[in-house]
């Protein structure tokens, strides 16, 4: 069974550049979260998207936004970057949304901003 | 905010050292996640607890929820150098929001 794909592995941008980052997750799974890994605040959470529809928002500017497809695969992307952007970021899927799904990561994107 | 503190932040031992380190808040959380991360690789699920008091055991790994599930504690017996990676705990809220502790990373030396 493959596991959760990441793309780009990794990313190098300009600040006030637009990003794009992409996510399939497990065959089966409906939900997508996404997660920004920093070595200061380690690992926080984006949102979650299911069935095509946001369901959690963490505490993150609208210049980060996501979308999910019927296929259950998922976009983040990020508008006018900074260079506090520079991140890995990682996306995971669950079988459902709803407590206890153990979440399913990829590798990450590492995301740099020059 | 809930918050998780992870201790220690760093660890570095000796191969067949026995270790634990510890998952605090002052929240209480439905459900608490441990994940091992390696470098280069995402976050891989070792073990979820649900129960206040539950203890779970994975090989040489025990895993413990808090009484009034706001802690958690993962000791690991005998390290191996394949133990070597950053320990996360995740505590899931009352809303299925995932919040993470920063983690500990653990050096297993030969």
């Known amino acids: 069974k493959a596991g959760v794909t990441q793309t780009p592995r990794y990313l190098i941008k300009t600040r006030g550049q637009q990003v794009t980052l992409s996510c399939s997750p497990i065959?089966?799974?409906?939900?997508v979260s996404w997660y920004q890994q920093t070595p200061g605040q380690g690992l926080q959470f984006l949102f979650e998207y299911f069935s095509e529809t946001q369901r959690n928002k963490g505490n993150f500017p609208g210049r980060f936004s996501g979308r999910q497809f019927s296929n259950s695969r998922s976009e983040m992307n990020v508008s006018t970057l900074e260079l506090g952007d520079s991140a890995l970021y990682l996306c995971?899927?669950?079988?459902?949304?709803?407590?206890?799904?153990?979440?399913?990561f990829g590798d990450g994107t590492r995301l740099s901003i020059l | 905010t809930q918050l998780l503190e992870q201790s220690p932040q760093f660890l570095s031992i000796q191969e067949g050292e026995n270790l634990t380190v510890y998952c605090n808040s002052s929240?209480?959380?439905?459900?608490l996640q441990w994940y091992r991360q390696e470098p280069g690789e995402g976050p891989v699920l070792l073990v979820t607890?649900?129960?206040?008091?539950e203890v779970k055991k994975l090989k040489r790994l025990t895993f413990q929820f808090g009484d009034a599930r706001k802690d958690s504690s993962l000791h690991i017996t005998a390290a191996q150098t394949g133990d070597t990676g950053l320990y996360l705990c995740a505590g899931e809220s009352s809303n299925y929001k995932l919040t993470f502790g920063k983690g500990t990373l653990l050096t297993v030396n030969p």
């Open positions: 607890v649900v129960t206040g008091g």
């Open positions: 065959s089966g799974h409906r939900s």
């Open positions: 929240s209480v959380f439905s459900s």
């Open positions: 995971a899927s669950s079988p459902g949304h709803g407590g206890n799904q153990p979440q399913h």
